[in-house]
Nanobody, 123 residues
């Protein structure tokens, strides 16, 4: 079973950029999907971005981050990145990585998660 470990969170100012990383250990299956979700205090976990592992590398983005964020992967390092630019005051949350066989923007459809990395945006 794949295990995920996120890193890269921290305290930033509005307008700053941040790159999060999700390292996967274990067997990754060609065609699996990796996604990033985020969860703010008192709110549901929401989809941010996704990418397909393999030759297609199809990417998916939530409207809220489209144009400001880039999801990418390093196959050799089994790592998926989320580059977030122009971070906004409403975006502090714990950011989670998930992996699965089918793409979905609903958190309840994902069953393998990392522990999360916290992003805080100073006011």
């Amino acid at each position: 079973q794949v295990q995920l470990a996120e890193s890269g969170g921290g305290l930033v100012q509005p307008g700053d950029s941040l790159r999060l990383a999700c390292v996967a250990s274990g067997r990754i299956i060609e065609g699996d999907y990796f996604t990033w979700f985020r969860q703010a205090p008192g709110k549901e976990r929401e989809f941010v971005a996704g990418i397909r592992w393999g030759s297609t590398g199809t990417t998916y983005y939530a409207n809220a981050v489209k144009g400001r964020s880039t999801i990418s992967r390093d196959d050799a390092k089994h790592t998926v990145f989320l580059q977030m630019n122009d971070l906004r005051r409403e975006e502090p949350a714990v950011y989670f990585c998930a992996v699965g066989a089918q793409m979905s923007t609903y958190a309840e459809n994902w069953h393998t998660w990392g522990q999360g990395t916290k992003v805080a945006v100073s006011s």
